[in-house]
């Protein structure tokens, strides 16, 4: 009786244990931290929207063209942190482009944010001074939102890119 009363015990555990899992190998869109590993990849800014700025403002980003020129922007991040942005809108009066640039997630505080530099021909990201930074708002397999907050009329406000891989 003793070892029906163990071996019934032990099958109710491994079922509960079995039930428990998580399903490994299924689609996750589950919010996750900012690592380089997990931003590593080819990303298009799909969207560009503003948070205390009024709809419609013109704004340049990155000391390189207007807000409006980076939607539809390509961005390569790949592991060794030498990647690329390239514009390709030409509405409004944008110009294509492709800017070299190292890049890396920066952990402060339990914010994690997004960094990278423009680095030319030849040039050494260590002999640049200037970069830029944005926050990452949320992070799945195929999302990340940027949130950059800019000065605007003498007031801060955001703004919100978000990034779709590609």
């Not at 869109?29 to 205390?52: H, L």
């Not at 509405?91 to 339990?110: H, L, P, R």
């Amino acid at each position: 009786m003793k070892h029906l009363t163990l071996a019934v015990l032990c099958l109710v555990a491994s079922v509960f244990a079995i039930s428990c899992k998580t399903q490994s190998g299924a689609a996750t869109t589950t919010e996750q931290s900012a690592s380089e590993g997990s931003v590593k990849g080819n990303w298009v800014i799909t969207d560009i929207t503003f948070d205390g700025i009024p709809r419609g403002s013109k704004i340049t980003v990155f000391d390189e063209a207007s807000v409006n020129c980076f939607k539809g922007s390509q961005w390569v991040l790949p592991s060794n942190n030498n990647g690329s942005y390239t514009l390709s809108s030409t509405e409004d009066g944008c110009n294509t482009a492709t800017q070299a640039i190292v890049w890396s997630i920066y952990k402060q505080g339990g914010a994690n944010s997004f960094q990278f530099k423009k680095v030319g021909s030849g040039v050494k990201a260590k002999n640049v001074t200037e970069g830029y930074r944005v926050d990452v708002a949320s992070l799945t397999n195929t999302t990340m939102v940027w949130r950059a907050a800019v000065s605007f009329e003498g007031k801060t406000g955001y703004i919100v890119y978000t990034l779709q891989r590609s």
